[in-house]
């Protein structure tokens, strides 16, 4: 064998050496990038459940503050002048209480 096929053969060697390491890495990237990828939709999921109940939480305080008015516990007025800088109802609802 001439000394350039026993370069050309180490240098193939080599090559085929890299080229492995690389795939190896390839690999362990699309690993992790599967696990980042079921963990955000496992966070998505999540985030959606904590809006729904954002949502039915809302909703049942909005009920509460009609059940409040209409017992004539609180008029509407009164409850809206003492929270007007806060519009939204749940935290309007709770603000109260804290009173």
Known sequence: MTIFAKRSN????RLNSFA???N???ERLNSFAERLNSF???LNSFAERLNSFAERL???AERLNSFA??????SRNDFCK??????DVTLNF??????
């Open 24 to 26: 190896s890495f390839a």
């Open 82 to 87: 003492r929270h007007d800088e806060s519009p």
């Open 58 to 60: 809302n909703s049942f």
């Open 40 to 42: 955000a939709e496992r």
């Open 20 to 22: 492995e390491r690389l």
């Open 94 to 99: 709770i603000n109260l209480f804290k009173q």
């Open 10 to 13: 180490s240098f193939a060697k």
């Open 69 to 74: 008015e209409v017992s004539g516990i609180i």
